[in-house]
């Protein structure tokens, strides 16, 4: 079992819809990072986050420390947002080095 | 600045052929690593390296070798390409470690060992 589970693997949405990805993790964690990877393949850091929520444009990132568990929001999603949503947890552990654990990552399709 | 720079895009290699995949960053960062990424697999880290003349391995070194002779530069060498090898390939950097850094990222090597 992966210490970092997406779900869901793909995800299909008409636009405008509301978009929810989330990421379940397993290990204690000092941060966790959403990062964006476009069909041409370069990944982009989205945020970093250890409590709470985080918002830029469109996009809302949650984390719930207790339940272990993050979600990553997209509002008014647009075709141009379709691209795989990666998270990756840095665990605390003190020989993880500061290593991320990444998950597998979603696949976000919009259609106009 | 560029960012993270990686070459070739794309590679074609033959069985026990070997390779050198360039990556260079313009951020004067510090940390530097190559993750491999397969297709329904998270990234998993093959080297990483915290500053010029010391690199360490990660989650899955075999077959591959680094070196870090600047700060600028941190090639990722395959010395004898085996099938298992297909994968994409990223290189990142970031400018320290810890909670709240941000890696950025090279746009892939996408590379096919047959």
């Known amino acids: 079992k992966n210490e970092v589970e997406q779900s869901p693997q793909n995800l299909t949405a008409q636009e405008g819809e509301f978009i929810t990805i989330n990421c379940s993790y397993s290990v204690g964690i000092s941060a966790l990072h959403w990062l964006q990877q476009h069909p041409g393949g370069g990944i982009v850091s989205l945020f970093m986050l250890s409590s709470g929520k985080k918002k830029h444009g469109r996009l809302i990132a949650t984390i719930n420390i207790q339940e272990k568990h993050s979600s990553l929001h997209i509002t008014a999603s647009h075709p141009r947002d379709s691209a795989v949503y990666i998270c990756a947890a840095l665990p605390t552990f003190m020989d993880s080095n500061y290593q991320l654990i990444w998950g597998a990552g979603t696949k976000l399709i919009i259609k106009p | 600045n560029a960012g993270v720079t990686q070459t070739p895009k794309f590679r074609i290699l033959k069985i026990g052929q070997s390779m050198t995949l360039q990556c260079t960053q313009d951020?004067?960062?510090?940390?530097m690593y190559w993750y491999r990424q397969d297709p329904g697999m998270g990234l998993k880290l093959i080297y990483y390296s915290v500053g010029a003349g010391i690199t360490d391995k990660g989650e899955v070194p075999n077959g591959y070798n680094v070196s870090r002779s600047t700060t600028e530069d941190f090639p990722l060498r395959l010395e004898l390409a085996a099938p298992s090898q297909t994968s994409v390939y990223f290189c990142?950097?970031?400018?320290?470690?810890?909670?709240?850094?941000?890696?950025?990222f090279g746009q892939g090597t996408r590379l096919t060992v047959v």
């Open positions: 990142a950097s970031s400018y320290s470690q810890g909670p709240n850094t941000e890696a950025f």
């Open positions: 951020m004067n960062h510090n940390y």
